[in-house]
């Protein structure tokens, strides 16, 4: 997924991630009102104000607007939360704080995906009696024909391509322009309650790509309006718009009696109204958080400068605020074509201050200082040793081992490549300096370069060819997964056949025959634990390799307005969870 | 952009009320144009201070002089001070953004870079653009300026739209695309040179015609003078004409108006670098520490304050003084 500031390439996104923490908050939400437990960092765990208690009008902005409404059709992490609201999955993040929100739970489906034919086939069962805003029943027609629609990338060109890339149906067009929808072998629907996934070759996670994102939110073909479905997509969930949506003003949604609770234990649908507006400036958002005219600030990565600057150094602001940490680990991609030679990569590692690098990100509140690329949220991730760096705020790097490198790579005297940075972040233009300034002292010298993030990742860093003509040794660089796994996180940023001529994920251009090899074999591998295992040693290869500079596993500084009830961070989101916030008074 | 400014070619040969007036009592004695403009200007002082503040600016701009300054009254401008600053916040740890002794304007936000010395190393990149742009824009602006005014006809509606059309170019979303596709070097220059060079180009390159305009209009006026005919009737040919004859009657308004335009370039320069196609860090410019700074306005707002005024005054110096220069050029346009 992406979130809105950070948008990483078409195929990949990111997402977020859950603490490393245990799920201390449980679910207990029998305590009315709200118990008012508010304290620094409290929703990162937990549950803050835990309510039951209907009513009220819960109020979300936003600066932008959604990549669109339609659930198949978005790719951003808070659309995908938001869009829960008015749309039922097959299945769907479960709705927990800790690192269970990670987890897939039933949504549309009685239970989770069942595979046979060596995880070749997908099999889910549809749960009884659930219908649509109009009162009309949910099949499994319905959800096939929201599947084949994501074929065509030409209507909607929005979300992930999973589907397209997964499923056996080589050259379907997509329903718009095939009318017939038994031309589409994707999905089978051997009855009105069966759906059934046909793939290409093994996936064993297939259960998180019908999860992640909208893609199986059942679309009644009759209603379907194509590109324009966005402006009114029809409600499985528990609210339905009232009238259409307005793009870059925003829209409202209302309870939809046809939703019924009994089937649906991951939304608790407190507010009796919602409403978003779009549009409006990101400082003003936060002032009004403050003041609670705003309950949710929906990008959800955090508040502005200003408002970081008044929460921190006002006590009473900061205990209604949240320092998760956000899914990203921003890191330094080290070009293994650019700089071949292993010991030049591993002088760059051995001399980068990461003390400077910490605060570039904003100290303890912006991130934490990272050893292994996967951060701590991803299911079954070990935290790793540190090969030729020091996970330590402190540490400033070590010139004598760096030079020492340099000496083997036989460059003792040190050599110079470009570094690459999008020069609207200011927090990488900052990390390209400080690294620039300790590589200096051991003769390795950059020349930085910036570019805007608009065209960062497709057209300079993602670009190999850019990469090679203009000898970019380095560049800033983060990822989120599209689901917390090794592979949601690794693959595409690691696997040599992820790397693509324009909006390449694996700007460290690695291509190693084992690497390579162990993502062939672990996508048929059924055991969670024994894939973890081999994402372990892959991550390891990669630092081993010095293809990748660790820098921090990104925190976002969240504000819950007093009168927000029922909060707290969803790990599979990367920030609140939508669905099950509250109002107060 | 600015205004024309109307000098009227006849200045040039009339003798202004106020030197005829003194010729009674004194010797007559000749003086050129350039001394009686001198006469002028040497009585404005708000002229002659933007001017001395401009000359100052330059002089502490040459290779050798600004290190040595910053070396005296600052530290180096890409060391970290890091200690100085508070990780979380990023704000400097003391008051005031940091301003003590060592660091008279204070301290960058996040690495504890010294912003005197920065300011004054930012100088240099934005009065080279700033001055190398607008020669450019003169040069380019005054050959097709002269051209159609005095040639009239087919080649003045070709050059006169051609004007038209740059001025219709969207140059900011130009600027930014062009600087995504540039080659790492290119005619031998590379790096911040060649960010520099691509700058002054777009900056200079696209800014032509409104001094093109003026120049025109001056020239078709100026072709129409009984000098002009004389010239011609005396069998001058076409280059003498333009050379010998208008072109030393357009310096005035070509001065001034280079003088006005020093500062827009600035400016622009600063709009291009707050939109992150400036030039590449650690080197510091105006503009890119103006665009950092609103990041930060909240945590150090002397961040702002600091580059902001030295734009501001900057600007305002080479305005003040471009006045005073057309005032003593042509006091009629007072």
């Known amino acids: ?40 960092d409290a929703g990162s765990t937990g549950i803050v104000n835990a309510s039951t208690q209907k009513g009220g009008t819960l109020k979300m902005a936003q600066p932008d607007d959604f990549d669109s409404l339609d659930p198949a059709d978005m790719y951003y992490a808070y659309a995908l939360n938001f869009a829960r609201l008015y749309s039922r999955n097959l299945l769907t993040y479960t709705s927990k704080p800790g690192d269970a929100g990670t987890a897939m739970s039933p949504d549309l489906a009685e239970g989770l995906g069942v595979p046979s034919d060596g995880s070749k086939t997908w099999t889910y069962k549809l749960k009884r009696g659930m219908k649509y805003e109009d009162g009309t029943e949910i099949k499994a027609q319905d959800i096939k024909y929201a599947v084949a629609r994501t074929f065509d990338r030409s209507v909607l ?166 320092n998760p940490l956000a899914g990203f680990h921003w890191y330094i991609p080290i070009n293994v074509k650019t700089i071949p030679n292993l010991e030049c990569r591993k002088a760059i590692v051995y001399a980068a201050d990461r003390s400077a690098m910490y605060r570039a990100y904003g100290g303890e509140v912006g991130g934490e200082v990272s050893t292994s690329i996967q951060p701590p949220n991803v299911a079954g991730r070990e935290k790793g040793t540190d090969l030729y760096t020091k996970a330590d705020p402190n540490f400033t790097g070590d010139p004598t081992q760096a030079k020492a490198a340099l000496a083997k790579c036989g460059k003792p005297n040190g050599f110079s490549t470009t570094m690459v940075f999008r020069s609207d972040r200011p927090k990488e233009k900052a990390t390209a300096e400080a ?85 062939n074999d672990v996508v048929s591998v059924q055991d969670p634990a024994a894939r973890a295992k081999t994402y372990n040693e892959i991550d390891h290869k990669i630092r081993e390799q010095a293809a990748i500079l660790p820098n921090v596993y990104a925190k976002s500084l969240l504000f819950r307005p007093a009168n927000l009830t029922n909060v707290y961070f969803h790990a599979g989101y990367g920030m609140y969870d939508y669905v099950n916030l509250g109002v107060k008074g | 952009m600015t205004a024309p400014i109307e000098v009227s070619g006849s200045e040039a040969e009339a003798q202004p009320d106020a030197v005829l007036a003194g010729m009674e009592r004194k010797a007559i004695q000749g003086r050129s ?70 660091h008279i ?57 051609t004007m038209d059309v740059f001025l219709a170019f969207p140059l900011v979303l130009f600027a930014i695309s062009l600087v995504g596709v540039i080659p790492r070097d290119l005619f031998g220059l590379t790096g911040n040179n060649l960010r520099i060079a691509i700058l002054v180009f777009i900056i200079g390159f696209f800014n032509w015609p409104y001094i093109g305009r003026i120049i025109r209009g001056q020239t078709m006026s100026l072709r129409e003078r009984e000098f002009v005919d004389a010239a011609r009737s005396m069998g001058a040919r076409n ?96």
């Open chain 2, 239 to 334: 280059s003498t004409i333009l050379f010998k004859e208008i072109l030393p009657n357009l310096v005035a308004p070509v001065l001034v108006y280079a003088t006005l335009l020093i500062p827009t370039n600035i400016l622009f320069e600063a709009a291009l670098s707050f939109l992150g196609v400036g030039i590449n860090p650690p080197d510091p410019s105006w503009g890119g520490m103006l665009s950092q700074a609103t990041e930060l306005y909240s945590v150090a707002p002397h961040f702002v304050i600091v580059p902001g005024l030295a734009i501001f005054v900057t600007v305002l110096a080479f305005n003040l003084f471009g006045d005073g220069l057309r005032d003593a050029l042509d006091p009629r346009a007072r």
């Open chain 1, 1 to 40: 997924m992406k979130s809105p500031k950070v948008v990483a390439s078409t195929a990949a996104g990111l997402v977020a991630l859950s603490l490393g923490l245990s799920a201390c908050g449980g679910g207990d939400d029998d305590n009315g009102g709200g118990s008012g437990d508010a304290k620094f």
């Open chain 1, 435 to 519: 690294l620039k300034q300790s590589l200096d002292k051991v003769g390795i010298k950059l020349e930085l370069q910036g570019f805007p993030s608009g065209t960062y990742t497709n057209e300079q860093f993602g670009s190999p060819k850019f990469v090679a003509k203009n000898n970019v040794g380095l560049g800033t660089y983060g990822w989120a997964p599209d689901w917390n796994t090794g592979y949601g996180y690794l693959q595409p940023i690691s696997d040599g056949k992820a790397i693509v001529d324009t909006g390449n994920a694996n700007p460290e251009e690695l291509n190693d025959p084992a690497v390579n090899k162990m993502w």
């Open chain 2, 105 to 161: 304007f204070g301290l960058e936000p996040i690495n504890g870079r010294d912003l005197f010395s920065r300011v004054l190393y930012g100088a240099r990149v934005s009065l080279l653009i700033g001055v190398l742009a607008t020669m450019v824009s003169v040069v380019i602006g005054t050959v097709m300026g002269i051209t159609a005014g005095y040639f009239g006809g087919w080649v003045d509606t070709l050059i006169a739209r």
């Open chain 1, 157 to 322: 060109h929005n979300g992930p391509s999973y589907f397209t890339q997964l499923l056996d149906a080589e050259g379907y067009k997509g329903p718009f322009k095939d009318k017939n929808l038994d031309n589409f072998k994707g999905v089978e629907t051997p009855d009105d309650y069966t759906v059934v996934f046909k793939l290409k070759a093994p996936f064993s996670e297939f259960d998180y790509v019908v999860g992640f994102s909208g893609q199986t939110a059942p679309v009644p073909a009759a209603k379907d309006t194509g590109a324009r479905y966005g402006m009114h997509p029809v409600s499985s969930g528990p609210y339905k718009l009232e009238g259409d949506y307005q793009a870059k003003k925003g829209g409202v949604w209302v309870r939809n009696p046809n939703w019924d609770p009994a089937t649906d234990p991951n939304r608790k649908a407190l507010p009796d109204r919602i409403e978003v507006q779009s549009g409006l400036k990101a400082d003003e958002i936060d002032n009004r958080l403050e003041k609670g005219d705003v309950h949710v600030d929906l990008p959800g990565s955090g508040v502005q400068a200003a408002a970081r600057q008044r929460i921190l150094t006002n006590p009473k602001l900061k205990a209604n605020a949240d």
């Open chain 2, 33 to 102: 144009l350039g001394q009686i403009a001198w006469l002028r200007l040497k009585r404005d002082k708000v002229a002659l201070s933007g001017g001395a503040f401009v000359l100052l600016l330059i002089f502490l701009s040459l290779p050798g002089v600004t290190g040595l300054v910053a070396g005296w009254l600052g530290s180096p401008p890409n060391d970290f001070h890091q200690n100085l600053i508070d990780p979380t916040l990023g704000g400097p740890l003391e008051p005031l953004g940091g301003i003590s002794a060592e």
